[in-house]
DNA sequence: AACCAGAACAACCGCGGTTCG
DNA sequence: CCGAACCGCGGTTGTTCTGGT
């Protein structure tokens, strides 16, 4: 059974806004709000969208104190950082960024930063670091080997971000550590675990058993049970970014936050970097490993637009940053 | 100056989760 | 408890812009 549609198609407008409409939407919901219901606005406005699209017009491009284009390096770092370790979140990663939208923010790194990232590593191929596991988006298969698939097709699980991830996490690593990605645990166990948890992700009350995996990690409830991770994200994250899961994933983490420099911002990069160096997942030891020199951003953003004064920082997203910042002992 | 390819951005689509009657 | 309506999100597509030839 199909879902009915949100609205008539054949007598909606689609396409680009126009001015007036901008006008129109913009006058009446600093008027009037949106009377919690997106459906209903643009017939009370009298335009001739779908309330979706009004809803989405309005949180990207209309809302007050929107930025747009110019990333900052901090911003760079925030979107990496925080993809490698929850993944395509681009609203939780948004939140993070003030004036950025999810839309933005996805459209920015699909566009820029994930090319910069692995694209580079071509790059790198080309130029003497030849690598036993290919890793780079094209050289993924299906029937990929390098461990990371597990005799029955492991693969049907992951999507396409958490293979990315896959990707920047063994890139990143091996720059660190060549040798060190064969050594790791739980990312040669990643996807016959995540098969299992990805087939419970719904079932926040009954999968027990793989809740267990993510409570030996840390992983709050309420970051599973508010915002839906898939087992197979918090399995990624957790296994990439909880301190307490041991050292050598520690290791990777701080070969993350390393690397990314590295990978955004080219060799020596990070010297002359004023900030970005820093970590929100603070592998090195508990939360007594700040990175030296470079200024870390989490820091950063407390001392001077703290997440919290963020425009769309609600009182729930902070309550999940909450979450992160325990679970990843920022 | 014209054309083309790729990049960038805006908007749409469909799905899952939540709410409410 | 169930189903419909709504919301929000992530993925994808379409259009516009820009740089190169």
Known sequence: MGRAPCCDKATVKK???????????????????TGGNWIALPHKIGLKRCGKSCRLRWLNYLRPNIKHGDFTPE???IICSLYISIGSRWSI?????????????KNYWNT?????????????????HHHRSQSTADDLPAGGDGGMNDGG?????????????????????????????????????????????????NSNSNSSMNNVT?????????IRDNHHLSGQQLES???????????????VVVAIEAELQELLYGGGGSQG????????????????????????????????????????????TSSIFQDYTTVYDI
Not at 155 to 160: I, V, Y
Not at 237 to 251: C, D, I, L, V
Request: proline share 6%; with cysteine.
């Open 75 to 77: 911003e760079d770092s």
């Open 15 to 33: 396409g680009p806004w126009s001015p007036e409409e901008d006008a129109m939407l913009k006058n009446y919901i600093e008027e009037h709000g």
């Open 214 to 222: 993510v409570a030996e990690h840390g992983m709050s409830s309420s």
């Open 237 to 251: 994250a957790a296994a990439m970014a909880s301190p307490s899961s041991g050292g050598e994933n520690s290791n």
């Open 153 to 201: 097709g492991g693969e049907r699980s992951l999507s396409a971000s958490a293979m990315e991830r896959i990707q920047l996490c063994m890139q990143l690593q091996e720059l660190q550590n060549p040798l060190a990605i064969h050594h790791n645990p739980l990312l040669s166990q990643w996807p016959s675990k995540a098969t299992t948890d990805h087939n419970h992700s």
């Open 112 to 128: 820029k930063l994930k090319k910069r990232l692995l694209g580079r590593r071509k790059d790198r191929g080309g130029g003497g």
């Open 93 to 105: 990663i948004a939140a993070q960024l003030p004036g950025r939208t999810d839309n933005d923010v």
């Open 273 to 316: 970097r004023a900030s970005g160096g820093g970590a929100i997942i603070d592998g090195g030891g508990g939360g007594d490993g700040a990175p030296q020199g470079d200024v870390d951003w989490w820091s950063y953003d407390q001392g001077k637009q703290s997440p919290v004064t963020c425009w769309d920082f609600t009182p729930e």
